[in-house]
Each structure stands twice: as C-alpha cells, then as structure tokens.
C-alpha cells in the first residue's frame, strides 16, 4: 500500500540550480507533489508531498539528504523548546 | 459555548474544521484558530471582564474553547511591574515588566499554552497528553496533568541534565528518554502522535496550544489600564509569542475594548548562539536560515523556528526590531534585573532585558516612551547558568570579632555594618 509524506526540504545556495525533486521522481517509485515553494538567490524552501511504497520513500529522502537538502517532516516545524 | 469559528490556513486561507489538525492538507501552512468577532464584541465589555477571576480565563471569549476551561482554572494574570529602579539604570521614562516567573503551576508562561491545549484537547475526547521538551514545556504538561489526573508522557532525549529530568519525573509523569538528538526526538513524537492517537500539546493539538500565549498580551493591555504601549521586547525561541502577543492588542483593538488604536512596536529578542529570526530581520531577508543552537539560553535555543516567518513579518510590520545578545551580556541582564527589581527571571529573560538595553542604548527605543519587558521564565529553573557568575559569600566563624574583621576588611561594600 502506498504512504503518503509530507517535508520541508531547505536548499542551501549551492543546490538550488539542482533538479533533485526531478531526479528523485525519476530514481525511485514516487510521486513528488509540490505544495509550496519560496526560493531566494541564497536558500530555498519547499513543501513537498511525497506519496509510493514506504521504503520508496525513505530511498527518496535519503537520496535528498546525501546531496545535502536538509529535510525534515512537516509536523517536527511545529516543535517548540 | 464559544466563538470559535474554523481553523484557518496562514498561508492560502482555507478554513477546517476545529479538530487536531495543525497543517493546511492543500498547501501545508500552518492552522490559526479563527474566532466569531462580530458576536464577541456584542458581549465582551471592560465591566465584565474585571468581574471575573485574577486568572487568563477572564477572557475566555478570545481563547479557543467550546465551554469552560477544565485544566489550570489559576494560570495567568501575573503581575505587571512598574519598574522604577530598572528604568533609572537604562535612563528611560516609564518601564513595566510582565513577570510570567511566577505564574501557577509551573513558574513560565508555558502553562498558559498548556491550559489551554489541554483543556482543548479533553473537549476534543484525548485521554492521554504527550509532548517533547527539555524544559519548560514538560514541567508545564506534568504539573498541569498531575493536576487534573491526566495521563502524561514527556519525551526528553535521554542525557538531558539530571536536574531538569527531576523537575518534570515529581510530578508523576512518565519521562522516556530518547537514545537520539532532539530532532529525533521530535520524529518519534509525531509518528507517535499519529500511530496511537495522542495529545501532543504542541503538535496535533498546536493550533489551539499557540492561543493561550494571547492571554500573556490581553494582560498587558488591562494592567496598563485598557492600553497598549509603546514598545514591547519580547524573547524568541519558535518565534510564536511575539506574534500572538499582537494578535492579542489587536483582538481587544477589534472587540472594541482600547480607546486608542495600537501603534506598538515589537522586538524579537535572540540569544546570539542561536539567532535565525534576529539574523534575517537585521538582514532584511523573508526566510528564515536555521542555525545549530550553541547558547546558555537552552529555553530559546530553536535553530530552525517554525513561526520564524511571521515572527519577523510581525516586527518588521510594527515598525520593530530584533536584536542578539551573547552569553555574557544575557547573565548581566540577568544579575540587572535581580538586583535592581527583585526578579529573578531564567536566562530567557536575560536576553529579553540585555536585548532592550542595547535597543535603548542604540536610539532604537526612544527613552520617553512606555516599554513592557516580556519576562517568561523562573531563574530558579536556570541556576546552573550563574555558577562561577557571582561573587562566593565569605565563611567566617561564629564570633563577632571574625564579622568585625570582615567589616573593617570589605571597606565600602559593607556601608551599613560600617556606620554601625
């Protein structure tokens, strides 16, 4: 059965011009969806749905972490001391 | 019944039902609780709400329950101060502090968020309560679930300090230390949140926890006699307090409870070891750049704060500021406060007072104009912040020559014992 994710991915300058969600729909089996998006010339922010198998997923976030995305689940954001 | 309309997205404005939900499902923004503001104001009057208890429930109307509270009924209306003595020393004209160190039960303003998302949480049918924290925040959930025979997990990871473990395992709760960081920490809690249906006060029920904070601002406002000032400094950890501290002026502004509309500024207060709001503020930026945490301010060390965005939105909005200070300058605010005013407040407020001085100092707070200082937190619950920061007490043995010796011996610094 297919899981359904949602992240926060934050770029830093040197991987914005990377097409990593591109590369992460194509390496693995999942759907990437775009929620949210706010891109400056020095960091970049994204919202992202990711839905597929579970480990498919896991492959994918860990493909984002070793180019270096910081990625994180959308529910730790709301973490408070 | 209250006046709660919807949960409403921040972002896109979509309303939701008023459930445990905390992100937009369309564009995963965060979830406000939206209120009926027409039909408060045909009820809400200054008259009222003095009649009611020294308590934050005395403006129930404003906070996002359906019926009356069933968690911590004595939270809140701590003292405003009239600081005399502080503002002799920065040079400024009329001072006050909002002194949430000694707020009931658990000495922070955390167990006005507490109350209410546990209060919120028992109409929604949770039996059980949860939350991940170091600090106040698990103080705040044991005490306050202890108190009304909630269930209670608090999740730490698991080489906190001994001391902060002892203050939240007194209440009975049951601590689970997370062999992790504290991100993992908070991976596990949601998944947690998710899987067994859980409370957790500042995850699935946030929406309604973040209400509570207004309380700390609607105070402000009636104890300076239905007004709001001119300057408010306020620290910053995820950066939601500042924002609900405005929303708070403005909601008594709409309801129709100020004479005068409000201009007050606000100032974001960061300690420099971990200042991502203050940093993008000063440069203009609108995102937020996470930082690693590395302060002797634990309570606001937040390196990537969720309400960073609106936080700096809300002091760039009012005309304000943020401001950084270091380790050294937060335990001389500290020892200030202690000395001049007889408050002893945690190392956050440290940074809230060192953060202002600077402010004054700098022109960027006019001298001659009301400001509050946002004091959050009991120094007792940070003591281990000022050790080696104040002078030993002599030892001297029990007869009146040693004390004395110790007179003629400490000159000046004895005034009164050398009079004698």
């Not at chain 2, 979509?14 to 923004?29: K, N, S």
């Not at chain 2, 707020?103 to 922070?108: A, E, H, R, T, W």
């Not at chain 2, 306050?144 to 999740?155: D, R």
Request: hydrophobic share 40%; proline share 4%.
């Amino acid at each position: 059965m297919d899981a359904k994710k949602r992240y926060y991915l934050t770029y830093s300058k040197e991987l914005v011009k990377e097409p990593l969600i591109y590369q992460v729909g194509r390496l693995f089996k999942v759907e990437t969806n775009i929620r949210q998006a706010s891109v400056s010339e020095d960091l970049g922010l994204v919202a992202l749905e990711l839905v597929g198998p579970e480990q498919e997923i896991d492959k994918a976030v860990e493909y984002f972490k070793e180019h270096g995305v910081k990625v994180e689940p959308i529910e730790l954001g709301v973490i408070g001391e | 019944m209250g006046f709660v309309k919807s949960l409403k997205c921040r972002e896109c404005g979509r309303d939701f039902p008023l459930e445990a939900l905390h992100v937009c499902e369309y564009c995963f923004g965060p979830l406000e609780v939206d209120y009926n503001y027409d039909e408060i104001k045909k009820v809400i009057t200054r008259e009222l709400i003095e009649s009611r208890g020294s308590n934050m429930w005395r403006y129930k109307e404003l906070l996002p329950l359906e019926g009356d509270p069933t968690v911590g009924m004595q939270v809140g209306f701590t003292p405003l101060v009239k600081a005399g003595n502080l503002a002799k020393v920065l040079g400024v004209e009329e001072l006050y502090i909002k002194n949430d160190a000694v707020n009931f039960p658990s000495l922070s303003f955390k167990d006005r968020v507490v109350s209410v998302a546990m209060s919120r949480a028992r109409e929604m049918g949770f039996k059980v309560v949860s939350c991940a924290s170091t600090g106040n925040l698990a103080n705040s959930v044991a005490a306050n679930a202890a108190a009304c025979g909630m269930e209670n997990y608090v999740f730490i990871p698991h080489n906190l300090e001994r001391s902060k473990v002892l203050g939240t395992l007194v209440y009975g709760t049951h601590v689970v230390g997370i062999k992790g960081t504290y991100d993992e920490v908070n991976r596990l809690c949601s998944e947690i949140a998710g899987r067994y249906g859980w409370a957790f006060v500042n995850i699935n029920i946030r929406p309604y926890y973040a209400e509570g904070s207004k309380a700390f601002g609607f105070e402000i406002a009636e104890q300076l006699g239905w007004k709001t000032p001119k300057h408010v400094v306020v620290p910053m950890a995820g950066g939601s307090l500042i924002c609900k501290i405005l929303k708070a002026f403005k909601e008594f502004e709409k309801v129709g409870l100020l004479d005068d509309p409000v201009e007050t500024k606000v100032y974001g207060a960061q300690a420099a070891g971990c200042n991502p709001i203050v940093r993008a503020v000063k440069a203009g930026k609108e995102l937020i750049e996470p930082v690693h945490p590395d302060t002797i301010a634990k309570s606001l060390a937040i390196g990537n704060p969720a309400d960073g965005y609106y936080a700096a939105r809300t002091m760039r909005e009012t005309g304000g500021t943020g401001e950084d200070v270091t380790d050294q300058e937060i335990l001389d605010a500290m020892k200030l406060l202690a000395e001049t005013e007889g408050i002893f407040a945690e190392t956050a407020g440290g940074v809230t007072l060192g953060a202002a001085k600077k402010l004054i100092e700098n022109g960027v707070i006019p001298r001659d104009e009301s400001i509050v200082l946002s004091i959050t937190g009991n120094g007792l619950k940070t003591q281990e912040a000022l050790e080696g920061n104040l002078v030993e007490p002599p030892v001297i043995n029990a007869n009146i020559a040693d004390f004395e010796e110790l007179v003629s011996r400490s000159g000046e610094k004895y005034k009164a014992a050398a009079k004698g």
